[in-house]
């Protein structure tokens, strides 16, 4: 852990008013994030359907490498030719990852004849980056261009000074695509990193961004992209900024946000990874009581409310804000003195990460900060036209995934329990349903604790005969029926309509089972043990690729990967094995010892087991059927058993 990329943008819309924009574009780690993901990112930016001599686009590499540096170079130079074959062609989307992937054949283009050329030119670039990062280092020769010698000889991710390179400078009469039309500024950064010094993650790397781009753009208007997601529809910017700049309505609004979608969702979501529900219902929701929470990827802020602005009827927009850098300072003053603002000690003894910029010490701290802004009378926005904004990678296995929810689960439990809880910070000051709003996702993590307790308490209970529901046919069953049917019919049609499917659906059943057991317990217990001041703060990334071409074929194929070892998989499947033992031992004793008629009292627990040993079907398949390198492994299993077993045993003595 310890590296990261951003980037970003500027620009003006007429004339007299004047907005810059920055696309912040953050990636960490160059072997989870591989580079021709970000360069495809970052030329999808650059090709916005926007003015380009107002746009400049940053880079900040957390993980401070020159082979991104080198494939940020390459991007630099294949602009020149992909952004006049996007605009004359009105390529859609401007990724050319994604855009070659989509339309991979000659006939599914707009013009065949210019196709095939740029995607040789593409396909040439990818491959020299994809051999540069093989070789882990790049060729001697480049070492003479600018910028390379930057980095030498022990320097690691994780120790290196300030970088910062304008590898294209919109003021720069040369700075031409090969149209002869200006290109935008194009900047990579990498904040000084030193082991004594806490970096404070994706927030710090953000706020490094923030200063750097003060320096050398100083745009009113920052949108920041996380490195997995492209722009995906080149009208973004234009739609964000009708928001800010409505004379009526737009002198209160602080931040614009899209919502979350992904492009390598199976058809079933067999993590549940889509968000289709909250990004349909739960985010138009919140919008109604007063915005959005911000979301850490495709939102658009005003920079001065990063600064940590409270909003007045007074405010006034700036909008001649970094004008004055067409006739200052020449690039490599900028650099310097952008490097200055991005050392290690920079922010001490300042409100950098409390009252200024992202807020510090929360895994949440797109939410956190986005609420801190609603809360010094900031509106927020959300946008989700037709075509969809952004699209990004979801996690393609179920570590990976359980991961991220527990960042989450954390990091909004952490809020919650904080001074920062919205019924507290926010009283008075945001709507009662914003509050509610945001505590809702607070919940998640202490939810772990009854929906474990339901998992497995009725279920022993099952197997010693002892009953915990009312009997079937009697009028106190009417309200477990009517709260257990009314939930689930309401969300599967809710699922059905915002565009899941009925096993989509199913597997989302699951997957909240399975993060409920680990991510949100685990979240929970790092939650209390942090308010002890036993664990630190964490911020695990998640990868964006999967390591090899069978994993990749069973995600295709929607069958669920494990692969690995890890606590987390001994919980799932104890939890499954219990249930399943449970079942056939309480059935049997019911059966067997002729206490058929005491199936009636036990009726809902039955159900309730059949129901989690059902939707628990892929765990048995991985424990006892599968061979594929995806299944549980061999300790898994084994210890599982051990554990379920055992708890059976002392059940049943
Ligand atoms: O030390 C760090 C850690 C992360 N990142 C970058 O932060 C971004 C988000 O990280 P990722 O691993 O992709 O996390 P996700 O779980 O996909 O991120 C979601 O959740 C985060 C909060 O938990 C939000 O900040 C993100 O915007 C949101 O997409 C990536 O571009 C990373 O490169 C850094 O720059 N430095
Ligand atoms: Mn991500």
Redesign the pocket.
């Known amino acids: 852990?310890?590296r990261?990329?951003e980037m970003g943008v500027d620009g003006d819309i007429c004339s007299r008013a004047l907005v810059r924009l920055l696309l912040g574009h953050?990636?960490?780690d160059p072997i989870a994030?591989p580079q021709i993901l970000v360069i495809s990112t970052i030329l999808s930016a650059m090709a916005y359907n926007y003015p380009p001599e107002k746009l400049s686009i940053y880079l900040?590499d957390?993980a401070g490498s020159i082979l991104t540096f080198y494939a940020l170079w390459e991007a630099s130079r294949f602009a020149k030719h992909w952004l006049p074959f996007c605009k004359q062609y009105n390529v859609e989307p401007r990724s050319p990852a994604a855009y070659f992937s989509k339309f991979c054949n000659p006939g599914d283009a707009f013009n065949p004849t210019k196709w095939s050329p740029m995607k040789n030119l593409y396909e040439e670039m990818a491959n020299r980056i994809d051999s540069v990062a093989m070789l882990g280092k790049i060729p001697e020769e480049l070492k003479a261009n600018k910028g390379f010698s930057e980095w030498s000889s022990g320097m690691t991710s994780r120790n290196h000074p300030p970088i910062v390179q304008i590898l294209i400078d919109g003021r720069d009469q040369g700075s031409i695509d090969s149209n002869g039309n200006a290109l935008p500024t194009l900047v990579y950064m990498a904040r000084e990193k030193r082991p004594q010094h806490h970096h404070h993650?994706?927030a710090g790397?953000m706020n490094a961004l923030i200063r750097v781009s003060s320096e050398i753009s100083n745009s009113p208007i920052i949108l920041n992209m996380?490195?997995?997601m492209y722009s995906n529809n080149s009208e973004s910017i234009r739609q964000a900024l009708c928001f800010f700049m409505d004379k009526e309505k737009g002198h209160d609004i602080g931040f614009v946000q899209y919502p979350?979608f992904f492009d390598n969702i199976t058809k079933n979501d067999l993590y549940g990874n889509s968000l289709n529900v909250i990004n349909q219902v739960d985010l138009p929701g919140l919008d109604g009581w007063g915005g959005p929470p911000y979301?850490?990827?495709g939102c658009f802020h005003r920079r001065e409310i990063l600064y940590g602005r409270k909003y007045g009827k007074d405010y006034e927009e700036d909008r001649t804000a970094g004008i004055e850098r067409q006739t200052a300072k020449n690039a490599s003053m900028l650099e310097e003195k952008a490097k200055s603002l991005i050392t290690c000690t920079y922010e001490h003894n300042t409100q950098w990460g409390q009252e200024i910029g992202l807020k510090y010490d929360c895994?949440?701290?797109?939410i956190i900060t986005g609420l801190l802004i609603q809360c010094r009378g900031w509106k927020s926005v959300l946008i989700n036209p037709p075509r969809k904004a952004f699209l990004g990678v979801a996690p393609t296995t179920l570590a990976e995934s359980l991961v991220?929810y527990k960042?989450?689960s954390e990091?909004h439990f952490q809020i919650l329990l904080s001074k920062y809880c919205a019924f507290i910070l926010g009283r008075g000051k945001i709507k009662l349903g914003l509050q509610m709003g945001y505590c809702i996702y607070g919940l998640w993590a202490p939810n772990s604790l009854p929906t474990l307790y339901y998992l497995v308490i009725p279920s022993l209970c099952l197997l010693k005969g002892v009953s915990l529901f009312p009997k079937i046919i009697s009028p106190w069953a009417i309200p477990f029926a009517y709260i257990a049917m009314g939930k689930h019919v309401y969300e599967l049609v809710e699922a059905l309509q915002y565009g899941d499917t009925l096993a989509g659906w199913w597997n989302l059943q699951r997957m909240w089972i399975l993060r409920a057991t680990t991510s949100y317990f685990y979240g929970t217990i790092d939650t209390i043990l942090k308010l002890l001041g036993i664990s630190k703060m964490r911020?695990t990334?998640?990868a964006k690729v999967s390591a090899d071409g069978n994993a990749s074929k069973r995600y295709e194929q929607e069958v669920i990967e494990f692969g690995s070892t890890s606590s987390m998989f001994v919980i799932i499947a104890v939890v499954a094995l219990l249930n399943l033992l449970c079942l056939v031992g309480g059935l049997h004793s019911l059966v067997v010892d002729g206490r058929i008629m005491g199936l009636e009292p036990l009726f809902i627990q039955i159900l309730l087991c059949a129901l989690v040993v059902a939707i628990h079907f892929p765990i048995f398949e991985a424990l006892f059927i599968r061979k594929d390198k995806g299944s549980l492994p061999f300790s898994v299993t084994f210890l599982s058993l051990g554990f379920a077993t055992l708890a059976y045993l002392i059940t049943i003595a």
Do not use: N, Y
């Open positions: 852990m310890g990261a990329r953050h990636s960490v994030e900040s957390d993650f994706k790397a996380d490195c997995d979350q979301l850490g990827t895994p949440a701290e797109d991220q960042r989450w990091g911020f990334i998640t």
